[in-house]
């Protein structure tokens, strides 16, 4: 069973930039494909961001196309979310999340982390 956490929310202004990491254990994510999702206060959880297990695929939601981007690295056994241009809209627990695609709509089948918090203040 894979394990996984993420790290590298916080407090940041609009405009700011972070990079979320999501460290997995238990086995490797290399047969994995990963996605990343958020939820914000009273809202449902909505997918951000997906990756193949090769890396050569990648999906994004249409709010974050073009300041998000999401990548792996196998041999660390851990998935990044790079995030710029942040907008307070973008505040909200983001959970990584191990699953496959089907074409290209990716389903967090296997396992999900705790979660980590970014604030994005006006």
């Known amino acids: 069973q894979v394990q996984l956490v993420e790290s590298g929310g916080g407090l940041v202004q609009a405009g700011g930039s972070l990079r979320l990491s999501c460290a997995a254990s238990?086995?490797?994510?290399?047969?994995?494909?990963m996605g990343w999702f958020r939820q914000a206060p009273g809202k449902e959880r909505l997918f951000v961001a997906s990756?193949?297990?090769?890396?050569?695929?990648?999906y994004y939601a249409k709010s974050v196309k073009g300041r998000f981007t999401i990548s792996r690295d196998n041999a660390k056994n851990t998935v990044y979310l790079q995030m710029n241009s942040l907008e307070p809209e973008d505040t909200a627990i983001y959970y990584c999340a191990a699953g496959r695609h089907y074409s290209s709509d990716f389903v967090p089948s296997v396992a999900w982390g705790q979660g980590t918090q970014v604030t994005v203040s006006s």
């Open positions: 990756i193949t297990w090769s890396g050569v695929g990648t």
């Open positions: 238990g086995r490797t994510i290399g047969s994995y494909d």
